[in-house]
């Protein structure tokens, strides 16, 4: 069974860059044709997809979210991250990363990480 783990800082300053690392077990980031995405969860708010690096290494991001967020991967370690710069108190949330079927369903979740922005 494919697992993710969700590292990094639980707490971070407003303006300075969020950066997480998923680390896949028991599956190839490589593997055709999944996608491997990171998704959050902000306090009493829903579920927000944030981008995804494809097995074949093309990313997409969330318009909302693209001038800011930067998602990369490591083969040789098969982990992939996610940077969001200059963060506010409203990026504040749980972070998720997950494997995407071809479909864009979010079939493996990482137990999340909680992230909070403040000073």
């Known amino acids: 069974q494919v697992q993710l783990q969700e590292s990094g800082p639980g707490l971070v300053k407003p303006s300075q860059t969020l950066s997480l690392t998923c680390t896949v077990s028991n599956g190839s980031i490589s593997a055709s044709y999944y996608g491997w995405s990171w998704v959050r969860q902000p306090p009493g708010k829903g579920l927000e997809w944030m981008g995804v690096?494809?097995?074949?290494?093309?990313?997409g991001y969330s318009l909302s979210l693209k001038s800011r967020t930067v998602i990369s991967r490591d083969t040789s370690k098969n982990q992939f991250s996610l940077q969001l710069s200059s963060v506010t108190p409203e990026d504040t949330a749980v972070y998720y990363c997950t494997r995407d079927l071809i479909a864009g369903t979010h079939d493996y979740w990482g137990q999340g990480l909680q992230v909070t922005v403040s000073s």
């Open positions: 690096i494809n097995y074949d290494g093309t990313i």
